[in-house]
């Protein structure tokens, strides 16, 4: 079964850290750009980074670079987010998801080019308190 799992989510204090994890399984994710999104109930969903396995670059909104950074180990079919300098805006459910793309530059496009022919994780809900 092909399956994205996220993980690593939870409650932390303003100004602390978490790693995010996406796990892939029943496909090999070598070739496959990871994006990690997040969504607010009753707000649009925001793509806060977009990991290129073509080139190995990663790309963020304004929203968080400087803070946020993307990792892989290919061994383990894992693909991390460290989030540090965490506030309480950075709250919402983070969602993993991988496509065979390569990521725009823009983050508003994300989410078209993560919506066909994708797999994506079932969320993790980071709880920054202030």
């Known amino acids: 079964e092909v399956q994205l799992q996220a993980s690593g989510g939870g409650l932390v204090q303003s100004g602390g850290s978490l790693r995010l994890s996406c796990a892939a399984s029943?496909?090999?994710?070598?070739?496959?750009?990871i994006a990690w999104f997040r969504q607010v109930p009753g707000k649009e969903r925001e793509g806060v980074s977009c990991f290129d396995r073509a080139d190995g670059s990663s790309y963020y909104p304004a929203s968080v670079l400087g803070r946020f950074t993307v990792s892989s180990d290919n061994a383990k079919n894992t693909v991390y987010l460290q989030m540090n300098s965490l506030k309480p805006e950075d709250t919402a459910v983070y969602y993993c998801?991988?496509?065979?793309?390569?990521?725009?530059?823009?983050?508003?496009?994300?989410?078209?080019?993560?919506?066909?022919?994708?797999?994506w994780g079932q969320g993790t809900l980071v709880t920054v308190s202030s």
């Open positions: 998801a991988a496509a065979l793309v390569s990521c725009p530059i823009q983050s508003s496009r994300w989410g078209t080019y993560f919506s066909h022919g994708s797999y």
């Open positions: 029943g496909f090999t994710s070598d070739d496959y750009s």
